[in-house]
Every structure is written in structure tokens, then in C-alpha cells.
């Protein structure tokens, strides 16, 4: 069923990028439920006094999703991955704002879980986890789209790899080293 669903959202994709007007009026529901599936999983176990709700990340994310009008979109994956450069972008954005707002006073906790690849962790301060990944992206840039790509977009390794153009070894092995590299990044700046 997923590979229908993936086979039919490349093909509206595709239509979409000739032209096709109608096929954005296709795309655009079975796209939104994606992009819920991938706003509640981010929120989850979010710190009880971030205010940021699923429907609200995910009208942002999609509205941003569709002003990128003059991209050819080749399939699902690469659609997906400007996702979750996007919601990345909202959620960091989301709490510099209220740190900003509180002057301080902590910042916005989520918990770093991967639905099927990675271990439930403690909660992990968003904004840290946004200048970890600029650091990585310093260091290894693949590392940081691999995180970026499964962690943010929620995409599979089959996935991954295929955005990336590497094979799916490659991708576990960078997923493995930069969740590593992270953690210790993380923990050691408590």
C-alpha cells in the first residue's frame, strides 16, 4: 500500500511540476496527511509549555512547501526532504522566538525520536540541537542531511539514500555516526 501511495504522489509530483493545475488539487491532501503524520511525530513529547500545535506546523511547512512552484519534482523522497529543511527551519525559528520572548528563561524541549531507526533519548533542547547540526554540517555535511532527511522528513533509508544518491549502507552508516557525534555533542554542553 505505501508504495502505491509513493508511486501516486511521484506521479502527481511530477504532473504537478509540467503544469498541471489539477494535479495540485490531488497532491495536496494526500501531502498534508503526510506532513501531519510528520508534525505529530516531531512534537511528541514536546515540553508542556511549547504552544506550537501539529496543524499549525503543518499549514506553515505546506504553505512553503508550495511556494517552491519552479522546482522539478523527480519523486516523493526529494518533495520530502525539502520538508523537513523546512520544518527544521519552523521549529528552530519557533524557539528563538519564544526564547527571545522569555529573555532566557530556557529553551524549548523536544525529544529527539526517530520512529523506527533511533532510541527514545532525553528531551533535547531544540535550538542545541540546531547548532549541533550546524557544527556537524561543518564537519561532514552528508552526516547532517542524513539527520536531516530521516530525523526531519521522516524518510525511510531506502529513501534517504535515493535523495542522496548513495547507496542504503551509506546511509545507515552516516545515520549511526552522526546520531553518535550528536549525542555526545548534546550531552556534553549541559
Given amino acids: 500500500m505505501k508504495a502505491v501511495v509513493s508511486q501516486e504522489l511521484t506521479t502527481l509530483l511530477v504532473r504537478w511540476s509540467d503544469g498541471d493545475a489539477h494535479a495540485l488539487d490531488e497532491l495536496a491532501p494526500l501531502v498534508y496527511a503526510e506532513l501531519r503524520k510528520l508534525a ?3 512534537l511528541r513529547g514536546e515540553h508542556e509549555a511549547y504552544t506550537l500545535q501539529s496543524t499549525e506546523l503543518v499549514h506553515e511547512a505546506f504553505l512553503r512547501l508550495f511556494e517552491w512552484q519552479d522546482i522539478h519534482w523527480r519523486n516523493r523522497a ?3 526532504a525539502l520538508a523537513a529543511q523546512i520544518m527544521r527551519n519552523i521549529l528552530v525559528d519557533r524557539a528563538r522566538e ?3 520572548i522569555k ?3 530556557g529553551a524549548v524541549r523536544v525529544t529527539l525520536v ?3 531507526a533511533i532510541e527514545p533519548n532525553p528531551p533535547l533542547d ?3 540541537l540546531d547548532n ?3 557544527r556537524l554540517q561543518q564537519l561532514n555535511p552528508e552526516q547532517t542531511r542524513v539527520v536531516e532527511l530521516r530525523f526531519f522528513g521522516g524518510l525511510s533509508v531506502q529513501e534517504t539514500a535515493q535523495v542522496l ?5 551509506t546511509v545507515k552508516r552516516l545515520w549511526t555516526v552522526a546520531k553518535g557525534w550528536l549525542y555526545r555533542e548534546l550531552t556534553a554542553r549541559k
Avoid: K, V, Y
Wanted: glycine share 4%; proline share 4%.
Fill in 132 to 134: 549541533a547540526l550546524n
Fill in 78 to 80: 526529494q518533495f520530502f
Fill in 114 to 116: 526517530e520512529s523506527a
Fill in 98 to 100: 519564544r526564547l527571545a
Fill in 103 to 105: 529573555r532566557g528563561s
Fill in 126 to 128: 531544540l535550538i542545541a
Fill in 40 to 42: 505529530r511525530r516531531h
Fill in 165 to 169: 544518491a548513495i547507496s542504503p549502507t
